[in-house]
């Protein structure tokens, strides 16, 4: 049975999987080796493979495989993380947490679907060593068009730290905001309002995203992608 939980907001940016993304530059992640972060966003996706709904740059990622696997992204065509991707996530709103360690594969990453902890396995490829950086991308990986998503993602967060069990519950169950440590919160007053080039950090951090092409949506749970003004790509 699906969970009747939605975004807490009714905004969102549309990806249209060909070219658009955000870029965020400068982020304060944790970079130590056998630290972790957090990344946490809702996520609709039109169910199109080969697409990558979050990167960091050139090195480390989400990415729904043309295999229809789903899970971390490791370089040369790996994916640690689940299977039958387009079953469990296509064509509704889902919320996503996945947790990156630096240094992987020596410390384990973690995904949760709907605060529900996944079970993952080596489902292609080595698990090529990767870890963080301080640049990351919403749709695709580095600033080609490969592997660019197509669908819509609403309140984009990422954390320098592992994010608890309760916790992802809590913002899945939309109970509280928890800013602790939080690097970056992407939400309804970070949408710039009549469109522009960023979307803007609520953290206090100042690490705005640069919009290259997405557009901003007004999007509710029956007709998910209706036009709301756009973000000017640059």
Known sequence: MSHLVKPPIP????FDGAD?????VNVPVNTEPGSYNTICFWMYWYGTLNQMPFGWNLAYDLWISSYNNFGFNTG????????????????KWVYICAIFPNEYPTYEPSLYINAEKQT???????RNKRSCTTTLYISGWGVNTAYKF???ISDFRAY???????E?????NIRRDIKDGLILKLGIVGLVRGGGTQWLDESGYGNHGTVYGAIRVRCCHCNPVVRYGTATPI
């Open 168 to 172: 992802i519950n809590e913002l899945y």
């Open 20 to 24: 658009d993304h955000i870029k965020v």
């Open 76 to 91: 040369g065509g790996d994916v640690y993380g689940i299977p039958n991707a387009q079953q469990k996530l296509a064509n």
């Open 150 to 152: 197509g669908g819509l």
């Open 160 to 166: 320098n730290r592992v994010l608890t069990d309760v």
């Open 11 to 14: 905004l969102a940016f549309y």
């Open 120 to 126: 993952l396995s080596l489902l292609q490829g080595s």
